[in-house]
Nanobody, 125 residues
Framework: QVQLVESGGGLVEDGGSLRLTCEAS????????MGWFRQAPGKEREWVGS????????RYADSVKGRFTISRDSAKTTVYLQMNNVKPEDTAVYYC??????????????????WGQGTEVTISS
């Protein structure tokens, strides 16, 4: 059974930084792309970015490109989301997800098969 546990959320000032962590278990970590998406109050879930299963290729939504970085540690089966120069519009619950199938690179929320309980991020202006 796949389990994803996100942590690291909190309250940060506009322009600050935050690092989110997603610990994965029950998944062949080196065979699945991982990613992050978010949901702001009253809005639909939005894909943030993804990282491939092996060569650490990454892609990001335009809204976070140049500010957010995804990385992964296979030994720890953990994925990270480094958030720099955050803005109030980054306020949301952030979720970590697993790609829908092996060797598949998700770039939409619908392309993730499993996600965690989320961690809340609030950016104060």
């Amino acid at each position: 059974q796949v389990q994803l546990v996100e942590s690291g959320g909190g309250l940060v000032e506009d322009g600050g930084s935050l690092r989110l962590t997603c610990e994965a278990s029950g998944v062949a970590f080196d065979s699945y792309a991982m990613g992050w998406f978010r949901q702001a109050p009253g809005k639909e879930r939005e894909w943030v970015g993804s990282i491939s299963w092996r060569d650490e290729t990454t892609r990001y939504a335009d809204s976070v490109k140049g500010r957010f970085t995804i990385s992964r540690d296979s030994a720890k089966t953990t994925v990270y989301l480094q958030m720099n120069n955050v803005k109030p519009e980054d306020t949301a619950v952030y979720y970590c997800g697993v790609g829908r199938r092996k060797f598949y690179f998700p770039t939409r929320v619908s392309e993730f098969s499993t996600w965690g309980q989320g961690t809340e991020v609030t950016i104060s202006s």
